[in-house]
């Protein structure tokens, strides 16, 4: 069986328990926990914060979870690296345990990962693959090669490939009238500003940032080529979020709203 690891906060070990039941091997990985310290847990990887857009950097602002949830894929890459793992997979505790049973058993569906170029494959059931680059959506159930998890680890601490590259960050919400262009008019200087030099810096949320490192711009031996193979569903009774927002997400203001949380950003 394909070496397989679970995300897992510390005082959420209840989730981990119905993985533990299954009868596979898997692995916890203890999350990092981001909702009290950020800036102690970015100095245990040598990584600072320097969100990009508008957008996430309002999101990185009230989401007291985002930055544990990105630091605890980074240690699953990193596991994969110092391990010199060949292929592994990885869940989020709140993804569907028979899902992930059917998935498991199907040996088959992992076969691309044997590839010695960069790979990963998404396995939840919200990302489609006309979507890619900029709309990875969801980190609950993907698989990478050895390879993949080094460039995904380098991009992490070097994106200055993306110098010059206009990344999409945000849509057209039809059912509050906020239109893509606009937002992009109001924020045009700022995004004209936008740092890729520097580095050992996260700059997205974690499931963004893979998909971006799909993008052309990134060396073909470092570009992560992203498969999409809908697998693994969310469990949905009720269970509370780790990285959700404090406040309300951009998707549910009106334009005006939105300009006025993010203008001090």
Request: charged letters at 30%; glycine letters at 2%.
């Amino acid at each position: 069986m394909i070496p397989s690891f679970v995300i897992n906060l510390d005082d959420r070990i209840h989730r981990w328990e119905k993985f533990k039941n299954l009868k596979y091997k898997i692995e916890r990985i203890s999350a990092e926990d981001t909702r009290c310290d950020s800036i102690l847990c970015l100095q245990k990887y040598n990584l600072s914060l320097l969100p990009s857009d508008k957008l996430t950097k309002y999101y990185f602002r009230n989401s007291k979870g985002a930055i544990g949830c990105y630091l605890s894929h980074y240690r699953f890459w990193k596991h994969i690296v110092d391990k010199k793992i060949e292929k592994a997979i990885v869940f989020e505790d709140d993804a569907l345990t028979t899902d992930v049973s059917k998935l498991l058993d199907n040996h088959d569906l992992f076969n691309d990962l044997d590839s010695k170029s960069p790979v990963l494959i998404q396995f939840n059931k919200r990302t489609t693959q006309e979507k890619l680059p900029f709309w990875f959506n969801g980190t609950e159930s993907y698989a990478v090669n050895l390879a993949a998890a080094n460039s995904l680890i380098e991009l992490t601490h070097d994106f200055s490939y993306m110098k010059g590259y206009k990344i999409e960050y945000l849509y057209d919400v039809l059912r509050t009238g906020v239109r893509k262009q606009d937002l992009e008019n109001h924020w045009r200087s700022h995004d004209r500003n936008i740092d890729y030099e520097t580095k050992n810096c996260i700059r997205y949320a974690a499931d963004k940032f893979i998909g971006y490192c799909s993008h052309y711009a990134i060396p073909y031996d470092k570009r992560i080529n992203i498969l999409i193979k809908p697998q693994v569903g969310l469990y949905t009774n009720n269970v509370e979020s780790d990285v959700n927002l404090n406040s309300k997400n951009w998707y549910d203001m009106s334009l005006t709203e939105i300009l006025e949380v993010t203008q001090d950003l």
